[in-house]
């Protein structure tokens, strides 16, 4: 074989190795030059993580397959190349299932007969992940395709490699997290679920929580109900120092008003009627560790008093008891309410509000994530159809569409849920149990109100249209909606907030400018 090609191929990779890029945007130019190496369908480069593999970055392949997590167990051409070391190279008529079925763009049939090729990365001796191919043409792949796949598979390991190096405190993390999980499990915890996405409004949040676990800080989470608030404050607890100890959640409004304190700092046999023997709180119980306080807001203003002790000094006492405890507790507390607001309003202490929010994390709803809804929609995919035991669940072009289209009120949490009730409504409408189902957008049976709003507005006429400055007439225009929006929620600025999609304190600098009372 000539080695011109392969050389050609590895020279502007083996420079890339030099350039400080971004991991995914490093990973796409490899799988490019991997592509034009040895022309295919599709390509990806996935990571080995536990029983599972993550894909890291894919060519050819629908957007949503990055958040898709593909066990191992569950996937038999996966597990035959992780069994392999070397190029496997599977036959055309191979009867294995892909794990790629229903997912190669352009592509809408069965991945009956086709040419595929994989390969297992070894970093230190250790399987790190899998390169795979997969061609349409079931003649693609000659045995001088199997040599090239081999010397690039050595690049490839070697990019790994120089970007596990350069991120050498995301990696001691990751061991610091996986000692955590030990803890956790050994504690009977359910393993915290991952946080997925790639919008620049995720990345934001990413580097808020990786900034702040490594202090002590008290954090208030605020956000939409359904953005995944206690994830983030799991994803705090497990990048913080105090990850090897638990970490314990109460949620405040599932309680009782009698049951909150008791639950908080324990109490002692015969301190109430039913307290028939001496029980610890959840302080006591996360003494070393983290408590996730959610839904704070909801908290007695009689409990308020206590808490803001037990934050201020550590000290605490079970009810019924005139003995205190000391404890070292990290507290991260979560809230959809406008706690600032709850404070003028009395319902709050001003001190409690002022100690719990020393870190204010705001979690972006979905709508101001753009297409990540694409990424968790893959991965609830991906849950579902292990769950209905099928080949391959997807999403057709149109539900694609109107995922992106929807304003989602529920937030990742209504994602879940549809993406659950969508693909078992669809499965129950099929005669036969289909080895590929596809979700199309009236399975997901979502309003499209922006659409058919827009479809019965015509566009404004020049004539209609403001004229002279254009600052002017902004502002004009974002004056008339605040002032709408008000209006419709009774002068409450929290609600004009959350309907505007803007913070509470930038909506009132806003107003300010524009002179709004």
């Known amino acids: 074989m000539t080695a011109n090609p392969l050389l050609q191929t590895l020279i502007p990779l083996v420079s890339d190795l030099s350039r400080d890029l971004p991991e995914g945007e490093r990973y796409r130019r490899l799988l490019g030059a991997l592509r034009g190496l040895l022309p295919c369908d599709a390509t990806a480069l996935l990571r ?8 890291l970055a894919v060519d050819g392949l629908s957007q949503d397959t990055l958040g898709r997590r593909f066990k191992v167990a569950e ?69 001088q395709d199997l040599e090239m796949l081999e010397g690039f598979a050595s690049l490839a390991a070697a990019t790994v490699k120089a970007v596990e190096r350069m991120d050498s405190l995301a990696r001691r993390a990751e061991d610091e997290q996986h000692l955590a999980e030990v803890y956790r ?56 120092p105090r990850a090897p100890r638990l970490l314990i959640s109460l ?40 408590l996730f306080l959610d839904e704070v807001g909801e908290l007695p203003l009689a409990v308020q008093a206590k808490l803001l002790r037990a934050l201020q000094s550590g000290q605490l006492q079970r009810v019924g008891s005139d003995r205190e405890h000391q404890v070292n507790v990290r507290v991260i507390a979560a809230t959809n309410r406008d706690l600032a607001e709850e404070v003028r309003a009395g319902r709050f202490r001003a001190d409690l509000y002022h100690r719990l929010s020393v870190y204010p994390l705001r979690v972006p709803p979905l709508r101001e994530r753009g297409r990540d809804v694409l990424l968790l929609a893959g991965y609830f995919l991906e849950d579902n159809r292990a769950r209905l035991g099928l080949r391959s669940l997807r999403l057709g072009q149109e539900a694609q569409a109107a995922l992106l289209r929807y304003d ?72 008339q909606m605040v002032v709408a929006c008000l209006d419709r929620h009774q002068q409450s600025w929290a609600a004009a907030a959350r309907e505007l999609g803007v913070d509470r304190a930038n909506l009132m600098r806003l107003a300010k400018r524009l002179g709004i009372k």
């Open 408 to 479: 989602w009120p529920g937030n990742v949490r209504e994602l879940e849920h549809l993406i659950g009730r969508a693909a078992l409504k669809a499965l129950a409408a099929c005669a036969e149990r289909p080895r590929i189902l596809t979700l199309t957008a009236t399975d997901l049976a979502l309003p499209d109100a922006q659409t058919k709003a827009s479809a019965n507005q015509p566009d404004a006429s020049p004539s209609e249209l403001p004229q002279g400055d254009l600052r002017t007439a902004v502002d004009q225009y974002q004056r």
């Open 251 to 290: 949620n405040c409004a599932a309680l009782p008003d009698t049951l909150v304190e008791s639950e908080l700092f324990g109490h002692v046999r015969g301190a109430f009627s039913g307290a028939v023997s001496e029980r610890k709180g959840k302080f006591e119980l996360a003494d070393g560790g983290t």
């Open 75 to 143: 996937h038999p051409r996966l597990q035959a190349l992780m069994e392999h070391r070397g190029i496997t190279h599977f036959p055309a008529d191979c009867g294995l299932p892909d794990p790629y079925d229903g997912l190669v763009e352009g592509h809408q049939e069965h991945l009956e007969v086709h040419d595929c090729l994989g390969c297992t990365l070894y970093l230190d001796d250790r399987p790190w992940g899998l390169l795979t191919l997969d061609a349409l043409d079931p003649s693609r792949f000659g045995t």
């Open 185 to 240: 499990q050994a504690a009977g915890q359910v393993r915290a679920r991952e946080m997925i996405g790639q919008s620049s409004a995720h990345k934001a949040l990413m580097e808020e929580i990786n900034l702040v676990a490594g202090s002590d800080l008290t954090v208030l989470v605020s956000g939409e109900t359904g953005v995944g608030k206690e994830l983030v404050a799991q994803a705090i607890h497990s990048r913080s």
């Open 48 to 55: 080995l993580d536990g029983d599972q593999l993550v894909p």
